[in-house]
């Protein structure tokens, strides 16, 4: 699952080596450009610092209601408040297309801009919150990572944010551990 609120929080980046490195990649225009090209975007200028203020504020919101949704507690009402007035601020309307051979119901935003951002990225939080299985949002094992994961194996048995960078390392470090003690 490649959604759009993954992708925001885990913006909040730590070096999965364990250097201690961090970055909030909403200030890095690279990664941040990148991402509003896959969120569909379309503006010719970066947000603002106002902007990237309104997505760090959704992504700290995301990450309490995600915390309680993975634990299986009430989500907080403010934040579920704080997350439909996201949703009303972005309305969109339906149209059906119909064309060569074609047909199809599409969502189309009526909002623009940084309303139509951050509610899209609310409304594929919100789609998880109520569809999704918390059993399958799980934080990367690597200790130093920390990014959030949608394990969609059959046997939910998906632990690394990426099996090649954070897998690879902490398997190497557990058999580098237990050759040092003997094993």
Known sequence: MDALWIQLINSDWHDH???????????????????????????????????????RHLRF???????????GEPLPTEGVA?????????????????GTGRRRLVTLPVATGMRRLLGEIAASFAHLLAEGDPARVKVCANPDCGWVIYDES????????????????????????????GR
């Open 61 to 71: 919101l995301m990450r309490r209601l995600l915390d309680a949704f993975r634990a």
């Open 82 to 98: 704080a997350l439909n007035d996201l949703l009303e601020a972005a309305p969109v309307f339906r149209q059906f297309q119909s």
């Open 17 to 55: 080596r364990g250097s201690g490195a961090q970055e909030d990649r909403l200030g890095n225009d690279t990664w941040l450009k990148g991402f509003l090209e896959k969120a569909g975007w379309g503006a010719d200028r970066l947000p603002s610092p106002r902007e990237r203020e309104e997505l």
């Open 154 to 181: 059959r046997n939910l048995s998906r632990r690394w944010c990426d099996a090649a960078e954070c897998g690879n390392l902490i398997k190497v470090r557990q058999h580098r551990q237990r050759k040092r003690e």
